[in-house]
């Protein structure tokens, strides 16, 4: 019997996984805040629905791929979300990139109603999803992790399982985030530096990316950077700002001092204050080139 699996976000990462699993043979009941976001996957296949909690089923699945914690909650604990609906051993596979504290939360939240949760954030952007070639972290109740692996199969190039307690895949998730931001500054400033002595910026962006920083982190955002080509944005600014807090606040819980991310949080933070809140978050790099007077 082909599994249906209910899917709530369809955003830039939500739209090309639900592509991913009509394509596995999933049939894939969807909802969007804005309706008209569904057109594509319902050509595609999907079954669109009006109200948030008819796309969960007593023991059903539900993925959610929503902004942040906010929308998260929302959508669960709202009167007409689907929280209270996925009982009988249902799971939510949390998709998104939240808190560690928010899947602690969430976990708890749906054993009470005996349903699962299973955060399972992903590495990977827009174009990686579309290639079903993300990069998915996993943690929650072993029985519920075993039954999403296939549908995570159907979304992804490989699976990391972080163990049973909710928040970990969190943990990791917001890490590898920091690392990215992290690279993205220290590359925008070498490649000032070149372009302050006459070299060609992308040139060093590609000799970096070719030679000891041959990864995909340095290689795509260094092409970006080095082009200065931000929009349209795979990932908006905004949402990595949302990470970058996210990062602070368990660095913060857990007395995990982490000087950098408190600089790259000024630094998203002025950027969305100059109004590029929905550029690619690698127009952060915009601030350092400033500050070198080279916009
Ligand atoms: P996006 O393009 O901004 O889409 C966000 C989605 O969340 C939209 O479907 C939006 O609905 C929905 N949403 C926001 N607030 C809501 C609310 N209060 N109630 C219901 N729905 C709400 O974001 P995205 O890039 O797809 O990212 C989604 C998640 O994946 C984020 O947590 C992000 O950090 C994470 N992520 C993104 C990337 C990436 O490269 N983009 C990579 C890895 C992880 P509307 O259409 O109505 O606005």
Known sequence: ?????????????GQ?????????????????????KAKEVVAAGAIQVNQLADVAEPGGVVITMVSNDQALEEIVFHEKGFGKKLTHGGIHLSMSTVAPETSRKLAAFHQEQGSYYVASPVFGRPEAAAEQKLFILSSGRNEAKLRVTPIQEALGQRIFDIGEEPGNANVIKLGGNFMIMAAMEAMTESFNLAEKNGIDRELAAE??????????????????????NFEPAGFKLALGLKDCNLVLEEANAKQNPMPIASLLHDTLLASVAKGRENQDWSALSRIASENAGLE
Do not use: D, H
């Open 1 to 13: 019997m082909t599994q249906e699996i209910g899917f709530i976000g369809l955003g830039n990462m």
């Open 16 to 36: 090309p996984m639900v592509m991913n699993l009509l394509k596995a043979g999933f049939k894939v009941k969807v909802y969007n805040r804005t309706p008209e």
């Open 207 to 228: 000799i970096y990316a070719s030679t000891l920083f041959n990864c995909t982190v340095y290689n795509g955002y260094g092409s970006m950077i080095g082009k200065r």
